[in-house]
């Protein structure tokens, strides 16, 4: 059994071999581990990341003899990897890319190189939106959701990403939060002049909210059909159907006055002829009964007295209302 005097002088004798084989690195090593990585720079900047990641190592492990070698690497990662990024991002691999230029970031805040720190935090949002269309466009719509939350975390004023949450909301059926998400997207818009976005978000709430008052009309639901239409109204619906629809309701509320507004709005737009446009006035005779206003009811169905309300009209001015 050796003596511990013994075990003492093997060790000793293995570090000696140890440094002799190259296991003790010099500034030397660090320099050509520098070297390598600079001439890789542009041929192949993974390999350069990893020589140059390799030259930090043993300068760290030098103390204050590597340090200027080490600073000297420390400035070329950033760039290294916001390069490498940029490569994944033009090859179209976006999630990939992604990942790079968080690395990217990472290392810009460790190093303090503000410009590549603030290019990759410009271009982040813009992958993660790209990534959310592509999720969003294959029916993955809790990732798509996923990418624009990390796009808007990026980009609190990101139009785009608020759009994209909106519209997956549309498909989902969840118009509550669709509405939440499209109006976020015209007040943003309207700041940055982003009339596209606006315009979009504007356009898919009033056309959804129309829907969901057909249906709702359909349905019988009449409180629910009222919102709907007001709200389609309030977005830029300033069709005929609108608002003969919600003179409908407001009829059917006795709500004289509000319907009396909606279908001359109606009348007003309306293109067609005596015929297309007896509905309305006959609608808006209604309206002149229940607030008590005879002549002007009398008037109104005249001009209702055409094509299918005729016959009904005739005798509202006939045998009802007996109008001069």
């Not at 059909?225 to 977005?235: C, G, H, M």
Request: hydrophobic letters at 35%; charged letters at 25%; one cysteine or more.
């Amino acid at each position: 059994m050796k003596s511990r005097k013994q075990v003492k002088i093997w060790i000793t004798i293995l570090f000696v071999v140890l440094s002799v084989s190259g296991y003790s690195q010099t500034k030397n090593d660090a320099i050509a581990a520098y070297n390598e990585g600079v001439q890789l720079l542009k041929s192949d900047p993974e390999a350069a990341l990893t020589a140059l990641n390799r030259c930090i190592e043993i300068c760290t492990s030098l103390g204050e003899e590597g340090d200027d070698t080490k600073v000297m690497a420390e400035i070329q990662i950033p760039k290294l990897q916001y390069s490498i990024a940029r490569t994944a991002m033009q090859a179209k691999e976006y999630e990939a890319a992604i990942e790079k230029f968080t690395l990217a970031i990472e290392s810009a805040e460790k190093y303090n190189d503000n410009q590549v720190k603030g290019s990759s935090l410009k271009l982040v949002p813009q992958l993660h939106y790209i990534v959310g269309n592509s999720y969003s466009k294959n029916k993955e719509f809790e990732k798509a959701l996923e990418n624009y939350e990390k796009a808007i975390e990026y980009n609190p004023v990101y139009t785009k990403a608020f759009l994209g949450k909106g519209l997956v909301y549309r498909e989902t059926g969840d118009l509550e939060n669709m509405k939440t998400a499209l109006d976020k997207t015209i007040e943003l818009g309207l700041n940055i002049n982003d009339t596209n976005s606006v315009e979009t978000a504007e356009q898919v709430i009033r056309i959804t909210y129309f829907n969901k008052a057909v249906k709702a009309i359909t349905e019988q639901s009449t409180d629910e059909a009222e919102e709907a239409l007001k709200t389609t109204i309030e977005y830029g619906n300033n069709s005929v159907d609108a608002y003969y629809q919600l003179a409908k309701i407001y009829n059917g509320k006795s709500n004289w006055s509000d319907a009396i507004e909606m279908i001359n709005k109606a009348i007003e737009i309306e293109a067609g002829d005596e015929t297309v446009k007896a509905k309305l006035f006959y609608e808006l005779a209604t309206s002149y009964v229940g607030q008590g206003e005879t002549d002007a009811a009398c008037e109104a169905f005249k001009k209702a007295a055409f094509g299918a309300y005729a016959e009904n009209a005739n005798y509202q001015i006939e045998h009802v209302l007996k109008c001069n």
